[in-house]
């Protein structure tokens, strides 16, 4: 990391993003805006939150990953559905397109990202560090 706390300099270094979200704030948007999702989330992450009995949740807990890895890479112009979570069973990790596949080869890094939620909050870490 550079001097400013983002990722940078002379070569790849840990760098870590977080974010927090209201969940009801997300499920009014989605609802005033229904095409707010496809915008927002790959049709992977849709169909996964489309199959829990609080799709929100999932969606706010999967946007709160993508702040938090566009932060730890230090992205300024991105595309949300070029930060991809992704699930199979076990912790949820990380498919980069786009830009942020592109800023993380720049990089040398890979992205791990922790997600949490309750009833009302959903959040994420990211954590980005050289490859093995």
């Keep these: 990391m550079n001097g400013t706390g983002r990722p940078g300099g002379a070569g790849p270094g840990i760098g870590i993003g977080i974010d927090l979200l209201e969940i009801a704030r997300l499920e009014r948007a989605l609802q005033r805006r229904p095409r707010l ?8 992450e849709r169909a996964y939150a489309a199959a829990r009995a609080r799709p929100g949740q999932h969606l706010a807990a999967r946007f709160c990953a993508k702040e938090a890895v566009a932060k730890a890479l230090g992205l300024e112009a991105w595309n949300f559905r070029d930060v991809e979570v992704t699930s199979t069973g076990g ?5 980069l397109h786009g830009t942020a596949a592109r800023r993380a080869a720049e990089l040398g890094v890979t992205v791990r ?12 870490v990211a954590i980005i560090a050289p490859h093995d």
């Design 37 to 44: 999702a496809q915008r927002l989330f790959t049709d992977a």
């Design 113 to 124: 990202v922790s997600l949490t939620h309750t009833r009302s909050d959903a959040a994420a």
């Design 91 to 95: 912790p949820p990790t990380i498919a």
